[in-house]
Every structure is written in C-alpha cells, then in structure tokens.
C-alpha cells in the first residue's frame, strides 16, 4: 500500500505524512507542483528522523504520477464521496490518494480514481486535517490487511468487542 500527496500546500503535513507512511509501513508519493520546495525546512522538522523510514517519491506532475503508478488502484479520500470508508475492501495494492489542503482533488483527479471514500464526520463537521484522515485511512486499511510485519489474512478480520473495550 501507498500514501500519495496530490499538490499538498501545506510543508508541515507532508512532514507529518513521512511520519504516518513510516509508522504503517507505507510508501508515500508527492504529485507536484506544491506550495512550497521539497526540501523544505519545515518538512524535516517534522517528519524528524523518520524520513529514512519512508522517503517520499516525489512525481512532476499528475500524469507523470499516473504513469509511474503501474497497476495500483487508485482510492480518493473525499468528502465528495458518500461511500464510507468502513463499508471499503482494501487490497494490498491499494493507494490512498489525498487531494489538496485547500481544494481538495479536482475532476480530473476524481475521475481517475478506481474508488472515492469518505469518513463520515458528525453533521456540521466539514473536514478533517489532511495527515489526520490519511492516517484513519491507512488505520483502517491495516485493520483489515493487518499490519505490515504480519502475515495478511486471506480475508479481513472483525475486531472482537470486550466489555472492557468501551
């Protein structure tokens, strides 16, 4: 699985993706152009040491990120879509696709997409931060995968409810 950026504007939220792509065992993608240079001092302070972990692949541009993405299916995180994320199947192969933090994915962006999901937010909300909803994304895509240094069930798993797990 992989995490890919779609023209982020905002350096500390690629810092905070290196971090969530490195913690779930995840590539993660830049599609350019952003709002700010790549080397970002911004982007190292916060993504700190874990950009070892998980170094962004950084693309010229969406087709060239379209062209290098093989035969992934493409999964848009929106709130354009009434598809809710816990009703999805997650394949291994997946990539989770992020629009912008200030326009979200354009029409071109969401008709490329194999699939669009949202997470339902409590009325009145309108959106989440865009590092704060790919890492519900990439959570619930290793909820049922499992996680990265485990062998993957043949078929998602149900977590088990605990009286103690309220």
């Avoid at 350096?11 to 952003?34: Q, T």
């Avoid at 994915?105 to 997470?119: G, K």
Wanted: glycine share 8%.
């Amino acid at each position: 699985m992989r995490l890919a950026l779609y023209q982020p504007d905002m350096a500390p939220n690629v810092g905070a993706a290196i971090r969530a792509a490195a913690c779930f065992g995840v590539g993660l993608d830049i599609i350019e152009p952003c709002g700010f240079p790549l080397d970002s001092r911004e982007i190292r302070r916060v993504a700190m040491d874990y950009a070892a972990l998980a170094p962004p692949r950084p693309h010229a541009g969406w087709r060239a990120f379209l062209a290098a993405k093989g035969d992934a299916r493409l999964v848009l995180m929106t709130t354009r879509s009434s598809q809710p994320i816990w009703e999805f199947r997650f394949r291994e192969d997946d990539i989770l696709l992020m629009g912008r933090e200030s326009a979200g994915a354009p029409d071109e962006v969401h008709a490329a997409a194999d699939a669009r999901i949202a997470i339902p937010l409590t009325p009145g909300a309108r959106s989440l931060n865009l590092v704060v909803a790919a890492g519900i994304g990439l959570a619930e895509a290793s909820r049922q995968l499992g996680p990265p240094s485990a062998p993957r069930p043949a078929a998602p798993h149900r977590p088990t409810t605990h009286a103690n797990n309220r």
